[in-house]
C-alpha cells in the first residue's frame, strides 16, 4: 500500500513539472523605462492566439523581476530596430494590477492578465493569400509572394519572362484575387542600393535575399514594413 501511494506522488509530481510546449522564440531586444519594459521576441512563423499566450506566459516567469511587461512579436525579415507599428505581427501586455478593470478577462496559463493585440493576419488567412494565382501573374516569372499585414494584401513583384531588359512590375491582390494596385517602379541604383520608386512622391521598396522592404519618404529612409517571401 505504501509503496503504491509513493508511485502515486512520484507520478503526480513527473505530470506537475511537465514542460509546456512552448514554440520557439528568441529575445532580441530589451528596452526599460520607468513605465514599462518592452521585449522584442522574434518568432518563426505565423503563431495561433493559443501560441503566442504560451510564449507570453513563459517570458513572464523567466522575466518576474520586468514591471509592466510588453512583448513585441516580430516574424522573419523584419528589423527589430524599427519600433514602427507596421513592423509587429503581435504585441502582448502584462498591465500592473492597480490599472486592470472588469474588461481584463484575458488570462495566460499562469493566471495574469495579459492583453492580447495580434495585428498581423493568422496562418490560415496568410496561406490563402500564398495560394492566389490571378490571371495578371500566371506564366511570369515571379520573384516573390509578400504579405503586408497592415493593408492585409499580398505584393507580388515580377518580370516578364522573355523581356530583355527584365522590366519588374508589381501587382498588389486583396483576399479575393483582385488586383488594387499595379506599379512600373523607376529602379535608382546610388550607392550600390538598387530602390524600386513606386510612388511620385519618392516612396520606394527593396527587394534583397527574398525580403521587400517598404520606405516611406517620410521616415529619412527607415524601413516602415520589411515581409519575408513566403511568410
Do not use: W
Request: aromatic share 6%; hydrophobic share 35%.
Amino acid at each position: 500500500m505504501k509503496n503504491t501511494l509513493l508511485c502515486l506522488i512520484i507520478a503526480l509530481a513527473a505530470f506537475g513539472c511537465k514542460k509546456r510546449d512552448v514554440p520557439h522564440y528568441t529575445i532580441s531586444r530589451v528596452v526599460k523605462s520607468d513605465t514599462a519594459s518592452k521585449l522584442t521576441v522574434n518568432i518563426n512563423t505565423r503563431l495561433t492566439h493559443t501560441d503566442l499566450l504560451s510564449i507570453a506566459a513563459k517570458i513572464k516567469t523567466d522575466s518576474s523581476a520586468l514591471n509592466n511587461l510588453q512583448l513585441c512579436y516580430v516574424l522573419p525579415g523584419h528589423n527589430d530596430k524599427n519600433t514602427g507599428p507596421d513592423n509587429f505581427y503581435a504585441i502582448a501586455k502584462y498591465p500592473n494590477a492597480s490599472v486592470t478593470t472588469m474588461q481584463d478577462t484575458l488570462k495566460d496559463a499562469d493566471g495574469n492578465v495579459v492583453r492580447l493585440n495580434i495585428k498581423g493576419l493568422s496562418p490560415q488567412e496568410a496561406k490563402h493569400l500564398l495560394e492566389l494565382d490571378p490571371k495578371e501573374i500566371q506564366g511570369k516569372n515571379i520573384l516573390g509572394k509578400f504579405i503586408d499585414d497592415n493593408n492585409q494584401t499580398l505584393i507580388v513583384p515580377f518580370t516578364e519572362v522573355n523581356d530583355p531588359k527584365k522590366e519588374v512590375y508589381i501587382i498588389e491582390f486583396d483576399h479575393t484575387g483582385n488586383a488594387v494596385s499595379k506599379t512600373i517602379p523607376t529602379r535608382d541604383n546610388k550607392d550600390g542600393v538598387e530602390k524600386f520608386i513606386v510612388t511620385q512622391r519618392g516612396d520606394y521598396i527593396t527587394l534583397k535575399d527574398s525580403v521587400l522592404t517598404q520606405y516611406s519618404i517620410d521616415d529619412l529612409g527607415l524601413p516602415y514594413n520589411s515581409i519575408k517571401s513566403g511568410i
